[in-house]
């Protein structure tokens, strides 16, 4: 008999450097107060799933929105680095502006070809990602049949859902989640069927 694992992908509420475009990476921001109240709301939203485990990156805008989450179901957050954004190394705290300006044929390649860039003092999506599926095939291999929640950020769960569809990760920027989008993969194994994306529903409904 095929036992499946549901996992509820979630992305971050809001911080200020979202609101004003700037990259965070590894750079450990706090939400905003917009970012709480989305946190609030998707708790709410997923609070009648019956969950059995919530896994969150160590950053802390990921760490509050799963905390928040959490209190729906009274469960602990386990925290794991392996789930951390992708490190921008030198672009952190730059806006996109800044960076256009800045390093312009570095910007060419993220765009077109961003497998194939390394930020210097950064890592590469090849590297996130090796990282980002070694954590999620620890936290599988513990909740056979279950349903979990991993809170996480926008760039890992791309890069999760590119080798969980099989497609490359120059694909990356197709893969587009609001604060708070709400995706679920079902696991048997390691393999995984996509059967929602990045739902926003809940920060519509007052």
């Given at each position: 008999m095929i036992t499946l694992t549901k996992?509820?992908?979630?992305?971050?509420?809001?911080?200020?450097?979202?609101?004003?475009?700037m990259y965070q990476g590894h750079t450990?921001?706090?939400?905003?107060?917009?970012?709480?109240?989305?946190?609030?709301?998707?708790?709410k939203r997923?609070?009648?799933?019956k969950v059995s485990a919530i896994y969150s990156s160590d950053l802390l805008r990921a760490k509050q929105t799963a905390e928040i989450i959490a209190r729906e179901h009274n469960l602990p957050v386990t925290v794991m680095p392996e789930l951390r954004?992708?490190?921008?190394?030198?672009?952190?705290?730059?806006t996109y502006k800044e960076i256009k300006?800045?390093?312009?044929?570095?910007?060419?390649i993220w765009l077109s070809k961003p497998q194939d860039l390394k930020i210097p003092e950064g890592e590469t999506f090849p590297e996130m990602l090796a990282r980002a599926w070694?954590?999620?095939?620890?936290?599988?291999?513990?909740?056979?049949?279950?349903?979990?929640?991993?809170?996480?950020?926008?760039g890992t769960i791309a890069v999760l859902l590119c080798n969980i569809l099989e497609i490359s990760l120059n694909n990356l920027w197709k893969i587009k989640q609001g604060n708070t989008g709400i995706t679920i993969v079902e696991f048997a194994e390691d393999k995984g069927v996509l059967t929602l994306f990045n739902d926003t529903y809940h920060l519509h409904i007052s």
């Open positions: 996992v509820i992908f979630v992305r971050h509420g809001q911080t200020s450097w979202n609101d004003l475009g450990d921001i706090p939400l905003n107060e917009i970012g709480f109240e989305q946190a609030i709301k998707v708790g997923l609070k009648n799933e954004e992708i490190n921008f190394g030198i672009w952190e705290g730059k300006e800045l390093y312009p044929e570095m910007l060419n070694q954590g999620l095939k620890k936290i599988l291999s513990k909740h056979k049949d279950e349903t979990i929640i991993v809170v996480a950020h926008g």
